[in-house]
């Protein structure tokens, strides 16, 4: 199977061919994988090198003149070091993009945490109207990639290396993967497996959710009506980003929310992403810890 980011160049590619609006801004990462639509699109494939502030103000740039930039880079170098530049480039002025990263909380342990991004969502939260895509296989994010690409949106499309075994359908707001009455468990993008294998034989159900922001308020109040009000986010970045959204969503419901994902203490070993996985709790063994002592099961 390929990898969501062999799907983003591949996708994008194509969309270059169709779109003229389209235009791809990068920073040597993933130069590679365009040289052909480089070669067949020279004025809407742009490397910028490794300028990260400026991969940004140029996408903002397009933007003003009415193009669609799509702006990739490891997620570090996307959201993190030229933020400043999403404030005013994109939200100050009035103008939107589709950020589409690699990298993700941790897929390339070697490169050290610099190369790691656990809180790029919790601080795309500061910004306002950013739609949030996480998705949990290539297909997903194929989809996910052309509504971006298709819209006049703020979109960041966060691509990581780890992946479901199979798709799920491509909605609005949370799924329903399995239903129970002890607790609902919200799995997002490629946790759902972890997710589903560390709650096996729980009576709770499992929502599944690729697009995170806009917050699906309206679909953890169904879940919540049919089981008990306690609710476990599992993301794969910051601990804790999306508590405040779910508290918000059920403030007029006495309920409990854990939220599991990344911790603020950094690990400072190399390792694989199964061992980044495992030094988080968030293998299936450590989460079914975790969600029986949350849950009282």
């Given at each position: 199977?390929?990898?969501?980011?062999?799907?983003?160049?591949?996708?994008?590619?194509?969309?270059?061919?169709?779109?003229?609006r389209?235009?791809?801004?990068l920073?040597?990462?993933?130069?590679?994988?365009?040289?052909?639509?480089?070669?067949?699109?020279?004025?809407r494939v742009i490397?910028?090198?490794?300028r990260?502030?400026?991969?940004?103000?140029?996408g903002?740039?397009l933007?003003?003149?009415?193009m669609?930039?799509?702006?990739?880079?490891?997620?570090?170098?996307?959201?993190?070091?030229?933020?400043?530049?999403l404030?005013l480039?994109f939200?100050h002025q009035?103008?939107?993009?589709?950020?589409?990263?690699?990298?993700?909380?941790?897929d390339?342990?070697a490169?050290?945490?610099?190369?790691?991004?656990?809180g790029?969502v919790?601080?795309?939260?500061t910004?306002?109207?950013?739609?949030?895509?996480?998705?949990?296989?290539p297909?997903?994010?194929?989809?996910?990639?052309?509504q971006?690409?298709?819209?006049?949106?703020?979109?960041?499309?966060?691509?990581s290396?780890q992946s479901n075994?199979a798709p799920?359908?491509?909605?609005?707001?949370?799924?329903?993967?399995?239903?129970?009455?002890?607790?609902?468990?919200?799995?997002v993008?490629p946790l759902l497996d972890?997710?589903?294998a560390?709650?096996?034989?729980l009576d709770?159900?499992?929502?599944?959710?690729?697009?995170?922001?806009?917050?699906d308020?309206?679909?953890?109040?169904?879940?919540?009506?049919?089981?008990?009000p306690?609710v476990?986010?599992?993301e794969?970045?910051?601990?804790g980003?999306?508590?405040?959204?779910?508290?918000?969503?059920?403030?007029?419901?006495?309920?409990?929310v854990?939220?599991?994902g990344?911790?603020?203490?950094?690990?400072?070993?190399?390792?694989?992403?199964?061992?980044?996985?495992a030094?988080?709790g968030?293998?299936?063994?450590?989460?079914?810890?975790?969600?029986?002592?949350?849950?009282?099961?």
């Open positions: 199977m390929d990898t969501m980011r062999d799907r983003f160049i591949a996708t994008t590619s194509r969309l270059l061919d169709e779109d003229p389209l235009a791809v801004v920073a040597e990462i993933s130069r590679d994988g365009f040289r052909e639509a480089e070669r067949r699109h020279p004025d490397n910028v090198g490794i990260e502030q400026l991969l940004i103000g140029a903002g740039g933007a003003l003149t009415g669609r930039p799509v702006m990739h880079t490891f997620a570090s170098f996307l959201v993190e070091r030229p933020f400043e530049q404030k480039d939200g009035g103008v939107t993009g589709v950020l589409v990263s690699a990298g993700g909380s941790y390339w342990p490169g050290g945490f610099t190369h790691m991004s656990p790029d919790a601080l795309l939260d910004l306002d109207g950013w739609t949030v895509h996480v998705p949990g296989h297909d997903e994010a194929e989809e996910l990639l052309r971006a690409v298709r819209s006049d949106d703020s979109v960041y499309v966060r691509l290396a075994a799920r359908p491509v909605t609005a707001g949370f799924s329903t993967v399995r239903e129970g009455g002890d607790g609902v468990v919200v799995a993008g972890d997710v589903l560390a709650t096996e034989g709770v159900t499992v929502l599944y959710a690729h697009t995170v922001r806009p917050f308020a309206d679909g953890l109040r169904r879940a919540v009506a049919g089981a008990r306690d476990v986010l599992v794969p970045y910051l601990a980003t999306s508590t405040a959204a779910a508290n918000d969503a059920l403030t007029e419901l006495p309920h409990r854990l939220g599991l990344v911790a603020r203490r950094e690990l400072r070993t190399y390792g694989s992403i199964e061992e980044h996985l030094g988080q968030l293998d299936p063994a450590g989460l079914r810890k975790r969600i029986r002592a949350f849950l009282g099961r």
